[in-house]
């Protein structure tokens, strides 16, 4: 989704179909309106790859920045309308060919498209008249500054009889929800993700040897999501040994020696939609006695979560009961001492786990949608796709517990779609026990 041009994998009608249901829930009497992701600088005259807005992208497909898609529900000239670049041959020349209004409405089946120039003199026309407006307040300062900027101009106009809106709505609330659950589509276009994902990580894994460097290993990673065009969902994570310990390691540039575990957290992003997949496997090929016994225990923690994977639970289930299992086995192996209740109420067992078990999946990596509503913990119903990620970290200082379990990191991440009846793993393809991994490395 970098470059002007590349299809989606997802119609037109598709899009359009989204926005109506949209509309329908903003009302006759809202407007919509969504700036596409701005271009960022890295240094001086190059900038940072270009990431279309999660949103806009998931109402258009359009690849392109310096653009605002307005949403008029019952407008009688067009609903959909999208503010864009002109064509420039010049500029063209330089970066690439751009759609320009007309292409846009052509590829991307609007109603009506304008030149990005003319925004300031047409959005105050269609505010006018309108009883609300849905917009993310607070994500784009500058933005937001001239949103306002056009609402005054239309209350200036109010002595000669113009209308302007007096509600002002997160557009979260509302499209935020619609993203929660996936599509046919979209479900599509994740399992792509995910496979591509799913070999990258068996890739990095056959390259492990001992003395290998960890950027050598990210490189493989990468080298296979580019292979199928797509790019890293997130910054990848590889950390040896006790590098595996920081949660959000990112200097990738350590030694995996003989007898570390090596962990990686890493997924593809393909056509915007994101996997999420973390191995933790023995640089040699082969687990110790102590690496084993923790990397059993947090697949045991995994599959209790997954049990809870089902439609009418409650999405905070599976975080109890990976915690439950992890803590049972943290006080078998004796680094925990007490009661089970005791520790989990405590929470003593954050000493070795402190995250959470997951979170939602899509076009980001961490996707939109409430967790909890109203205090409670919502409760899972087909089409919600998550992460289900334990993992145990025993510091390479902790001085207070046996020298075998010291600088220890596991992680086990796998993506899950709930269905109509319980489950689809998504990454399920990858090894994912002890003995899975060391057939796979072997
Ligand atoms: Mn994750």
Request: charge should be negative; aromatic fraction near 8%.
């Given at each position: 989704m970098t470059t002007a041009g590349i299809a989606s994998q997802i119609s037109a009608k598709a899009y359009a179909r989204r926005r109506k249901q949209l509309m329908r829930m903003a009302g006759d009497d809202a407007i919509l309106v969504l700036p596409s992701a701005n271009e960022l600088i890295r240094s001086r005259d190059t900038h940072y790859p270009y990431r279309q807005d999660s949103d806009l992208w998931y109402l258009t497909g359009f690849p392109e920045p310096e653009a605002v898609l307005v949403l008029v529900p019952g407008r009688k000239h067009g609903e959909t309308l999208l503010f864009c670049r002109e064509r420039d041959l010049e500029r063209e020349g330089w970066d690439g060919p751009r759609f320009g209004p007309e292409g846009a409405v052509e590829a991307f089946g609007l109603d009506d498209a304008y030149p990005i120039a003319d925004l300031d003199d047409i959005l105050p026309g269609l505010l006018e008249g309108r009883s609300r407006v849905y917009y993310h307040f607070g994500r784009d300062q500058e933005f937001d500054l001239k949103l306002i900027g056009w609402l005054n101009r239309v209350r200036a106009m109010v002595r000669q009889g113009a209308q302007p809106p007096h509600e002002f709505l997160e557009l979260g609330h509302l499209l935020d929800e619609m993203r929660l659950f996936k599509d046919r589509d979209e479900l599509k276009l994740m399992q792509r993700a995910a496979d591509i994902s799913v070999q990258a990580h068996e890739v990095a894994m056959r390259a492990a040897r001992p003395g290998v460097r960890e950027y050598e290993l990210q490189a493989e990673l990468e080298r296979v999501f580019r292979m199928h065009d797509a790019e890293p969902a997130y910054g990848s994570i590889v950390g040896a040994g006790a590098n595996a310990?920081?949660?959000?390691?990112?200097?990738?540039?350590g030694v995996a020696r003989d007898g570390d575990l090596v962990l990686i957290d890493a997924g593809a992003e393909f056509r915007g939609y994101a996997a999420d997949i973390t191995r933790t496997f023995p640089v040699s090929g082969r687990f110790s006695a102590p690496q084993r016994a923790l990397h059993d225990l947090v697949g045991a923690a995994q599959a209790a979560a997954l049990a809870q994977a089902r439609p009418g639970v409650a999405y905070e289930a599976g975080h109890n009961a990976a915690v439950e299992t992890l803590t049972e086995g943290l006080l078998k192996l004796g680094l925990l001492k007490g009661k089970l209740e005791k520790n989990i109420a405590d929470g003593s067992y954050r000493r070795y786990y402190r995250h959470k078990t997951g979170h939602w999946l899509g076009l980001d990596v961490h996707d939109v949608g409430e967790y909890r509503i109203e205090g409670e913990s919502r409760l899972l119903e087909p089409g919600m796709v998550f992460t289900i990620e334990p993992g145990l970290y025993v510091s390479a200082?902790?001085?207070?517990?046996?020298?075998?379990?010291?600088g220890i990191g596991i992680r086990t991440e796998d993506d899950v779609l709930v269905t109509k009846d319980g489950y689809q793993v998504l990454t399920d393809k990858l090894a994912r026990s002890a003995d899975e991994i060391e057939a796979l490395m072997g």
């Amino acid at each position: 989704m970098t470059t002007a041009g590349i299809a989606s994998q997802i119609s037109a009608k598709a899009y359009a179909r989204r926005r109506k249901q949209l509309m329908r829930m903003a009302g006759d009497d809202a407007i919509l309106v969504l700036p596409s992701a701005n271009e960022l600088i890295r240094s001086r005259d190059t900038h940072y790859p270009y990431r279309q807005d999660s949103d806009l992208w998931y109402l258009t497909g359009f690849p392109e920045p310096e653009a605002v898609l307005v949403l008029v529900p019952g407008r009688k000239h067009g609903e959909t309308l999208l503010f864009c670049r002109e064509r420039d041959l010049e500029r063209e020349g330089w970066d690439g060919p751009r759609f320009g209004p007309e292409g846009a409405v052509e590829a991307f089946g609007l109603d009506d498209a304008y030149p990005i120039a003319d925004l300031d003199d047409i959005l105050p026309g269609l505010l006018e008249g309108r009883s609300r407006v849905y917009y993310h307040f607070g994500r784009d300062q500058e933005f937001d500054l001239k949103l306002i900027g056009w609402l005054n101009r239309v209350r200036a106009m109010v002595r000669q009889g113009a209308q302007p809106p007096h509600e002002f709505l997160e557009l979260g609330h509302l499209l935020d929800e619609m993203r929660l659950f996936k599509d046919r589509d979209e479900l599509k276009l994740m399992q792509r993700a995910a496979d591509i994902s799913v070999q990258a990580h068996e890739v990095a894994m056959r390259a492990a040897r001992p003395g290998v460097r960890e950027y050598e290993l990210q490189a493989e990673l990468e080298r296979v999501f580019r292979m199928h065009d797509a790019e890293p969902a997130y910054g990848s994570i590889v950390g040896a040994g006790a590098n595996a310990c920081v949660l959000h390691y990112r200097a990738n540039n350590g030694v995996a020696r003989d007898g570390d575990l090596v962990l990686i957290d890493a997924g593809a992003e393909f056509r915007g939609y994101a996997a999420d997949i973390t191995r933790t496997f023995p640089v040699s090929g082969r687990f110790s006695a102590p690496q084993r016994a923790l990397h059993d225990l947090v697949g045991a923690a995994q599959a209790a979560a997954l049990a809870q994977a089902r439609p009418g639970v409650a999405y905070e289930a599976g975080h109890n009961a990976a915690v439950e299992t992890l803590t049972e086995g943290l006080l078998k192996l004796g680094l925990l001492k007490g009661k089970l209740e005791k520790n989990i109420a405590d929470g003593s067992y954050r000493r070795y786990y402190r995250h959470k078990t997951g979170h939602w999946l899509g076009l980001d990596v961490h996707d939109v949608g409430e967790y909890r509503i109203e205090g409670e913990s919502r409760l899972l119903e087909p089409g919600m796709v998550f992460t289900i990620e334990p993992g145990l970290y025993v510091s390479a200082d902790d001085t207070s517990v046996d020298p075998k379990w010291r600088g220890i990191g596991i992680r086990t991440e796998d993506d899950v779609l709930v269905t109509k009846d319980g489950y689809q793993v998504l990454t399920d393809k990858l090894a994912r026990s002890a003995d899975e991994i060391e057939a796979l490395m072997g």
